[in-house]
């Protein structure tokens, strides 16, 4: 996911070269450089341990956060130069995280009913919008039994083009309503600022 929109088609976000050139020109500038303000204040509603899943996860920072909070983390990215920046990160800062380079959309024949959290943030957004219902079943087999998806989605501002692809707040409940449970829905007042009033914060519960 790229803060502003790239000229490629839409297609070519399928495939792990576009990601990977991103990351070697230095045009992420979906990276905040710290983990999400909204994600550290989510404690109290997050169970207190387990094993947890973080989508694109790119140069680590959400998942060494909650490694260091006490849960087993996994993350994933598409390119390989962020999954090796994830890792010489997690290494300074003495975080116990598993990365992986993997196409998200192939996890299910190594993860299925794995994790007890899936924590989304800019990957949603980034893939080619025809795989919406796909992305939901992946998310789905990945949870254990009750397990949550938390996500924040963005960009909510109805924008053209993409990535980012805009989310659309009545899809995202249609979409996952139909095998999740959703128990939180809220519009964060600490996003960072260029994104603040375009995100919706939800934790959907796997029925």
Same mark, same amino acid.
């Given at each position: 996911? =790229?803060?502003?929109?790239? &000229?490629?088609?839409?297609? !070519?976000?399928?495939? !792990? @070269?576009?990601? $990977?050139e991103l990351y070697r020109s230095g045009d992420t500038g979906w990276d905040l450089g710290a983990p999400t303000p909204v994600f550290m204040s989510l404690k109290h509603l997050l169970p207190p341990t387990g094993r947890m899943l973080v989508l694109g996860s790119g140069m680590g920072h959400d998942a060494i956060y909650f490694a260091k909070q006490g849960y087993r983390t996994v993350g994933v990215d598409f390119a390989a =130069?962020?999954?090796?920046?994830?890792?010489?990160?997690?290494?300074?800062?003495g975080a116990d995280v598993e990365f992986l380079q993997e196409d998200f959309f192939t996890l299910p024949q190594r993860f299925r $009913?794995?994790? &007890?959290?899936?924590? @989304?943030?800019?990957t949603?957004?980034?893939i080619d919008p025809a795989r919406r219902a796909?992305?939901?079943?992946?998310?789905?087999?990945?949870?254990?039994?009750?397990?949550?998806?938390?996500a924040l989605f963005f960009p909510i501002d109805g924008r053209p083009g993409g990535p980012p692809f805009a989310v659309d707040v $009545? $899809?995202?409940?249609s979409l996952f309503g139909k095998t999740f449970h959703l128990v939180h829905e809220s519009r964060p007042t600490?996003?960072?600022?260029?994104?603040q009033g375009k995100e919706v914060l939800m934790i959907w519960k796997k029925q």
């Open positions: 996911m =790229t803060s502003q929109p790239h &000229d490629q088609p839409s297609l !070519s976000v399928s495939r !792990s @070269e576009f990601w $990977e =130069t962020a999954v090796a920046r994830a890792r010489q990160n997690a290494k300074h800062l $009913e794995q994790f &007890d959290i899936v924590l @989304e943030y800019v949603f957004c980034a796909e992305y939901c079943d992946v998310v789905h087999a990945m949870l254990t039994r009750g397990g949550l998806l938390v $009545e $899809e995202l409940r600490n996003s960072v600022k260029p994104r």
